[in-house]
């Protein structure tokens, strides 16, 4: 397929990248990562002996998730074993997933500037950013994933479809569900064969899985679900600033929204953990954002008008009505205090056992690379939350200036009353 067109895209993506991975970076050097990019940096790391074990949940991760897929990381893991290494492809594959859902728009009629826009779109929505900010996840891979696995249903090319379909599969046990929904409905709808083909392959999978936990007598840490809404009005929010991003184009395909009711159903019904729409970036949403892309690339070729309000509405979510992405204007990065992290590099890169308590989560994000190190698995009293961003720019210049704020938390000035 030619790839006319699509110079705006790659320009797009070049950004993307380097501005999360200097975010995420300076989150990870001022100690603001939370437990999970340590977690499945140090089952990477005992992977290469053959033990997903960790320190972070205390028990080994493919009991934990149905995630064989990660082992794919491993070498990589094993060649640059550092922390900076998971985010960097944590960010890649966020930004990437945008090419093959401009080659899936094209490939159902979409033309080529408003796919290239569709593309774009997808880039600036605050899902999209708040995955690649948030922390690593299996889900990080989902929208890549999911958008060169509909590309390949859409081209009939079945063993594409199912090599992508198996890593959807190996991501998380949520993902075997999804992919045997989607694979029942390819079979009644677009291709009989792939779609089949796609079930059985998803019900092998939980079939294994399952199975294996049940032998074992363990189960993954799934969340309880129950009729309860929590927030109703704030699912409602949710919903709308996933499909905002795109001009609300996803709405033009009508009935076949439907399809998205179990992956809406993971969040609306999950308890007790409430996924408020503060959460619209966190992991969870990924299938959510991935249904909501392709919906608006039907919704492009249908309504090619879309494309004109799509930019200038993923700017306005992201950038004014959505209060939670990190680059929103009026928020700086962390001011990062050097010798905390020196101590954090020095645990991480020393031959001692160290048990972390819970308030040092950043520093197990930097240091769970080593499999001595340890958090502490019970509640930590003394943990104090800092605010989520930093909103001084006087403060973050004057540090790069070599003048640190008298009182840090977390790499936010504290002002002293």
Not at 30 to 53: C, E, I, K, M, P
Not at 193 to 205: E, P, T, V
Not at 284 to 295: G, I
Not at 330 to 348: F, H, L, N, S
Request: glycine share 8%; net charge positive.
């Amino acid at each position: 397929m030619r790839l006319a067109g699509m110079r705006p895209l790659y320009w797009a993506i070049g950004a993307f990248v380097l501005v999360y991975v200097a975010y995420d970076f300076n989150r990870l050097y001022a100690l603001r990562y939370g437990a999970d990019l340590g977690t499945y940096l140090q089952t990477l790391v005992n992977l290469r002996g053959g033990s997903s074990w960790n320190f972070g949940e205390w028990r080994p991760h493919l009991q934990v998730h149905d995630s064989w897929a990660l082992a794919g990381l491993v070498p990589l893991i094993a060649l640059v074993p550092r922390a900076e290494t998971l985010i960097v492809v944590q960010v890649l594959a966020v930004s990437l997933a945008a090419i093959p859902l401009a080659l899936f728009a094209r490939e159902i009629g979409v033309s080529p500037r408003a796919s290239t826009v569709l593309g774009i779109a997808y880039l600036l929505t605050p899902s999209a950013q708040g995955i690649a900010y948030d922390n690593f996840s299996e889900n990080v891979f989902v929208p890549l994933l999911v958008f060169c696995g509909a590309l390949a249903v859409r081209k009939r090319a079945l063993l594409p479809t199912l090599a992508f379909g198996l890593l959807l599969l190996g991501l998380k046990e949520d993902e075997i569900l999804f992919v045997g929904w989607f694979g029942a409905a390819c079979a009644l709808w677009w291709d009989r064969r792939i779609g089949i083909a796609l079930a059985l392959l998803a019900s092998l999978n939980a079939a294994a899985y399952w199975g294996l936990e049940a032998m074992h007598g363990i189960r993954p840490n799934d969340p309880p679900y129950g009729l309860a809404v929590h927030d109703v009005s704030g699912k409602f929010t949710l919903v709308s600033l996933l499909l905002a991003p795109f001009a609300f184009a996803p709405v033009a395909v009508g009935r076949w929204l439907l399809l998205a009711t179990p992956l809406l159903v993971e969040i609306v019904f999950m308890q007790p953990w409430n996924y408020e729409p503060s959460r619209i970036g966190s992991h969870y949403t990924a299938p959510l954002l991935s249904a909501a892309a392709l919906a608006a690339a039907f919704g492009l070729r249908r309504f090619p008008g879309f494309g004109r309000a799509m930019i200038p509405c993923a700017l306005i979510v992201t950038l004014v009505i959505f209060t939670d992405t990190a680059v929103r204007p009026g928020r700086w990065p962390y001011i990062v205090d050097w010798p905390a992290y020196a101590r954090a590099v020095a645990i991480r890169d020393g031959k001692a056992a160290v048990m972390l308590p819970r308030r040092d989560e950043g520093v197990w994000a930097v240091a769970a690379v080593n499999p001595r190190i340890r958090l502490d698995p019970r509640p930590d009293p003394n943990f104090v939350a800092c605010p989520a961003y930093d909103t001084d720019a006087r403060a973050f210049f004057a540090s790069l200036a070599g003048r640190m704020p008298a009182v840090l938390c977390g790499g936010v000035p504290v002002r002293s009353k």
